[in-house]
């Protein structure tokens, strides 16, 4: 495993004050009350198994779908046998969240300008949702050809995306 390193980063605010948690480590309050600002630490670690991550989309129309990925966001792909095309994906990050139940999964595209990206889509005749503003980002939905729907959205937290390790 390498080394720990510390690297400066936005916080994501919670909207609280007081004690959160960022990597393990307490973010208290400053001494005149407001929270400080954290600096998260980004543990560099390579992965002597997982060399990668493959995303299954279940579609009532696959060819439809495959032919959106590739024809609309132009995503590059190959065929693995029988015109089963498997598509490259931006670079991605995974949040674990709290639920009742297990095996929910959820796609979210991320974007740097929300409104522009739902913009290009809609040129392209692409059904897309309004936007709600959440804590952590401005978030839309678009629908694909096979019916199935895939979130999008730009994200206000810190991502490890753009963390120089």
């Given at each position: 495993m390498s080394r720990i390193e510390s690297v400066e980063c936005e916080n994501f605010d919670d909207g609280e004050a007081g004690v959160g948690r960022v990597r393990g480590r307490n973010r208290r309050a400053s001494l005149d009350g407001q929270p400080r600002?954290?600096?998260?630490?980004?543990?560099?670690?390579?992965?002597?198994?997982?060399?990668?991550?493959?995303?299954?989309?279940y579609t009532k129309d696959a060819e439809a779908d495959r032919a959106f990925f590739s024809d609309v966001l132009k995503f590059s792909s190959v065929d693995a046998g029988h015109g089963w095309l498997i598509f490259v994906m931006p670079p991605m990050e995974v949040a674990f969240h709290d639920s009742e139940k297990n095996d929910q999964h959820e796609l979210?595209?991320?974007?740097?300008?929300?409104?522009?990206?739902?913009?290009?889509?809609?040129?392209?005749?692409?059904?897309?949702?309004?936007?709600n503003e959440e804590r952590w980002g401005k978030v839309a939905k678009f629908t694909l050809p096979g019916g199935g729907k895939i979130g999008v959205y730009e994200p206000k937290h810190a991502s490890p995306l753009k963390i120089k390790a």
């Open positions: 600002a954290a600096v998260p630490r980004l543990v560099v670690r390579r992965a002597v198994v997982i060399n990668g991550a493959h995303v299954v989309i979210f595209f991320m974007c740097d300008d929300i409104g522009a990206t739902l913009k290009d889509l809609r040129a392209k005749s692409i059904e897309v949702s309004e936007v």
